[in-house]
Structures are given as C-alpha cells and as structure tokens.
C-alpha cells in the first residue's frame, strides 16, 4: 500500500462525501449541516476512545476490535477532512500551521 498525501486524502473525501450527501437527500430531504457532520465525527472519534480501551485489554469488545479500530481512525480523518472544507479551511494549511506552531513552541 502506498503513502497517501492530505491533498490525494480531500480529493478523494469529498468524492464520497458528495455521494454521502446523494443518500441524505434520497432519504431526508437534504443534505446534512456542517454541525450534523461534526456531530457524526464526535461520535466516531468517541468510538476510537472505546475501541482504543479495547486494544489495550481495558474494555472487553470482542475479536473485530482491530479492523473496526483501523475503520474508525480512518474515519476521523476523513471527517476531519470534510469538516474544514465545508467550513471554508483547508486541511494541508491547518495541518502545517498546527505543525510549524507545534515544532516551535517545543524548542
């Protein structure tokens, strides 16, 4: 498998985002808002928590805890990608200037 980059990971987002919201529109009527995707991300990042105690012997999941905690990581980061496009940020800028940010104040 080959490394993915953030602009290869939005690009690739979207595209299912946009069926994503085909689906809501089939079923609801319209599209979900960006507070309803922050939401829905919340919620996965959440299972991470539980999924992560899992891993670690802490909470008794059961044998699918691995692929389910490979699911829902990628999951948050597509979420994370979503949301700061609907929200009007780019995810290679917020990721570098978090970074950058990051690297200097631990000198």
Request: glycine content about 6%; hydrophobic content about 35%; proline content about 2%.
């Amino acid at each position: 498998m080959e490394d993915l980059d953030l602009k290869e990971i939005k690009q690739r987002s979207l595209k299912i985002r946009e069926r994503y919201h085909q689906l809501e529109q089939q079923h609801q009527g319209s599209n979900w808002t960006v507070e309803e995707d922050a939401l829905a991300f919340l919620t996965d990042a959440g299972l991470v928590g539980r999924l992560t105690m899992s891993q670690q012997g802490r909470w008794p999941k059961g044998e699918q805890t691995i692929p389910e905690l490979e699911h829902k990581l990628g999951e948050c980061v597509w979420w994370l990608t979503i949301l700061a496009d609907r929200m009007g940020l780019d995810i290679n800028e917020a990721t570098e200037k978090f970074l950058t940010k990051t690297e200097k104040l631990l000198e």
